[in-house]
Each structure stands twice: as structure tokens, then as C-alpha cells.
């Protein structure tokens, strides 16, 4: 490896999206996300009011989805969700395209709903992540979106929300990165699963991954480093 624990540990969205998650789920979820120093937390939305709580002072971000998962909800409840998340302390949203928009060529529609989310999150001192579901996309739209991206800075395409029948590719991901302008950073989402991989698409220009399997992850980056492993805590209240 030729990057050290912290160039990795900065590439992980913990996800915390499953909609079965207990409330320990989500508050042991947040933990790890500090124990290891990730980049962020992408937290179901109701609960990320307390995850930001948990995170304040620490060098992760609070995260949370709009749109999720399909994109089809209108504009302005979109837009509700990025002004309700900011109130809750979020500074990173994962935004789903509507994807129904998408595939029926209606690029106007398209282009004005992500002005509106991302204009929204950009005015609250937020960062944005879009999220295109290739699984459903030609690579024709997969292009068309990574420009409409680009003229609107959105500052992450994604590939991925995690709850389709696919995720990340490495075609995928090398076409986002071809396509999308250099100030448009490269996300990757669903099918990371271990180190080797995580690595894989570092060398194709991503800088973040969303992922369930933090800790193995960084367990065995550690490893590799000749590094101490890291020494879980547990929230108040959890048991030993």
C-alpha cells in the first residue's frame, strides 16, 4: 500500500440506511464511524439530528439521503428535505436523480430539479452527492448526467443508492470519471466490500465509498500498515 490509514479511513461513508436499524443499530453505527475517523455517516434521515450530536467535534461529517430512494418525489419536497436535514446539522446529502425523468429524456425537468437541491444544499453551507442508479441507466444518460453535474457543481456523482438490483462497477466508475469535470469528485456505492477493492477504485479516481463493511475494511488497512488495531468503544448504555 502507498497511502497511509487516513487516506483510506477518508474515503468511507459509513451507511447506516438499512430501514430495519434499531436505534442501537444506528447509535453503535455512529461510534464506529468515530472509533475508525471516516469521512462520514450517511444516516437514515430521521436520525441524523442525534447523529450530528453524536459527531460534533470530531472530524466525521454528518450525512443523510433526499430523494431516496427512487428520486420521484417532487422538487419542492426535495427541496424540504435538504432545508429540514440542514436544520438537523447535516453537511453532506446524497441526492437521488429522478430516475423516472431520466430514462424518458426529459433533460429539462432533470437539469432544473438537481439546480434546486443542489443550489439549496449549496446555500446552507453544504456539500452534495448525486446519486444517478446506473443499474437502470444507459451509459448515454450516465454521460448526459455527469455534465448537467458539472455546469451545476454539484461537488460528488455517485453511482449507487444500495437498494437497487446493482451497484458500483468498475466500467461505471471509470465512465463517471471520464465524463465528469475534475471538480467533480467520484462516488462509489453498494459492492465494496473489502480492501482490495476499496483500492481498485482509488486507482480509477474515487474518493468516497459508501459501505457497511467499515470496520473489516479498516481492520485489515491497519494490518497491511503494521498499525494497532483500533479499539472499539461503546455508547452509554450499550452492552459490554
Not at 431520466?102 to 433533460?107: D, I
Request: with cysteine; aromatic share 4%; proline share 4%.
Amino acid at each position: 500500500m502507498n497511502c497511509s490509514y487516513l487516506d483510506i479511513a477518508k474515503m468511507i461513508d459509513h451507511s447506516l440506511l438499512n430501514p430495519s436499524l434499531t436505534a442501537e443499530d444506528l447509535e453503535q453505527g455512529c461510534r464506529l464511524a468515530l472509533d475508525y475517523n471516516v469521512a462520514s455517516v450517511c444516516i437514515l434521515p430521521f436520525y441524523l439530528r442525534r447523529c450530528a450530536d453524536l459527531l460534533r467535534g470530531s472530524e466525521v461529517n454528518a450525512s443523510t439521503t433526499i430523494g431516496f430512494p427512487h428520486g420521484g418525489q417532487t422538487t419542492a419536497v426535495k427541496v424540504a428535505e435538504v432545508r429540514q436535514a440542514l436544520a438537523d446539522g447535516g453537511q453532506e446529502l446524497d441526492i437521488v436523480v429522478n430516475i423516472s425523468a431520466v430514462v424518458s429524456g426529459n433533460w429539462s425537468y432533470v437539469r432544473e430539479d438537481l439546480r434546486a437541491v443542489i443550489d439549496a444544499t449549496h446555500d446552507g453551507g453544504a456539500k452534495v452527492k448525486v446519486i444517478f442508479e446506473n443499474c437502470y441507466l444507459k451509459d448515454e444518460h450516465k454521460i448526459r448526467l455527469c455534465g448537467i453535474c458539472g455546469e451545476l457543481r454539484a461537488d460528488w456523482v455517485k453511482t449507487s443508492t444500495g437498494y437497487a438490483p446493482g451497484g458500483a462497477t468498475m466500467e461505471d466508475l471509470a465512465l463517471m470519471r471520464k465524463h465528469s469535470p475534475p471538480h467533480v469528485q467520484l462516488k462509489a456505492a453498494s459492492g465494496i466490500r473489502d480492501l482490495d477493492t476499496l483500492l481498485r477504485v482509488r486507482e480509477i479516481g474515487v474518493t468516497r465509498c459508501g459501505a457497511t463493511r467499515t470496520a473489516s475494511m479498516l481492520d485489515e488497512c491497519r494490518r497491511r500498515l503494521n498499525l494497532e488495531p483500533i479499539v472499539r468503544t461503546l455508547p452509554a448504555g450499550a452492552p459490554a
